[in-house]
């Protein structure tokens, strides 16, 4: 199991939470685990979303990985550290990045739109919180030090 502690895991219970349903570890087929450290879920379609430390793995309700997003495609000068993540109405995501001071915007398929609501536009950085306020189309979003902007994202 590469060194990767067995108790790092989603349980998925019961409605009304008596009993597990399952154990999702975010198997690759080869014996690795790819849920490693999860401390943000988030309902994607039938899917689960998972954040880890560095990364975003989506897997399905039998534990199938469908995508990992490590950030590198955004071009950041900083390693991706996600931190907060929310769902739109048109089922992407929005992930915010610690380290680079701003918001992925991914595809339902995890593959990334844009990185927005940067430093520079929000004047945030240590980005953790994230909300989705679909009727109004905004996002809010939370820095580190307790401030919070809420913007029009798809405008």
Same mark, same amino acid.
């Given at each position: 199991?590469?060194?990767?502690?067995?108790? @790092?895991?989603?349980?998925?219970?019961?409605?009304? /939470? !008596?009993?597990? =349903?399952?154990? &999702? $570890? %975010?198997?690759?087929?080869k /014996?690795?685990?790819? &849920?490693? =450290?999860p401390? $943000?879920?988030?309902? +994607? %379609? $039938?899917?689960?979303?998972?954040?880890?430390?560095? @990364?975003v793995?989506?897997? *399905?309700?039998?534990?199938?990985? =469908?995508?990992?997003? *490590?950030?590198? !495609?955004?071009g950041?000068? =900083?390693?991706?550290?996600?931190?907060? &993540?929310?769902?739109?109405?048109?089922?992407?995501? +929005?992930?915010? *990045?610690? @380290?680079?001071?701003?918001?992925?915007? +991914?595809?339902?398929? %995890?593959? +990334?739109? /844009?990185?927005?609501?940067? #430093?520079? #536009?929000?004047?945030?950085? @240590?980005?953790? /919180?994230?909300?989705? *306020?679909?009727?109004?189309?905004?996002?809010?979003?939370?820095?580190?030090? $307790?401030?919070?902007?809420?913007?029009?994202?798809?405008?």
């Amino acid at each position: 199991m590469s060194g990767i502690d067995k108790s @790092n895991h989603v349980a998925v219970y019961s409605h009304g /939470g !008596k009993y597990r =349903k399952l154990e &999702i $570890r %975010g198997g690759d087929g080869k /014996g690795q685990y790819l &849920i490693t =450290k999860p401390y $943000r879920v988030v309902p +994607l %379609g $039938r899917d689960l979303c998972v954040l880890n430390v560095s @990364n975003v793995v989506c897997v *399905d309700m039998v534990d199938f990985v =469908k995508w990992v997003y *490590d950030g590198k !495609k955004a071009g950041q000068s =900083k390693p991706f550290r996600p931190r907060g &993540i929310s769902v739109d109405k048109f089922q992407n995501l +929005l992930v915010t *990045d610690e @380290n680079n001071h701003c918001v992925h915007y +991914l595809s339902r398929e %995890g593959k +990334l739109i /844009g990185a927005i609501l940067t #430093q520079d #536009q929000t004047k945030l950085s @240590n980005l953790w /919180g994230i909300c989705v *306020d679909d009727a109004k189309e905004q996002v809010w979003v939370g820095d580190s030090s $307790r401030n919070v902007v809420i913007a029009n994202y798809l405008k």
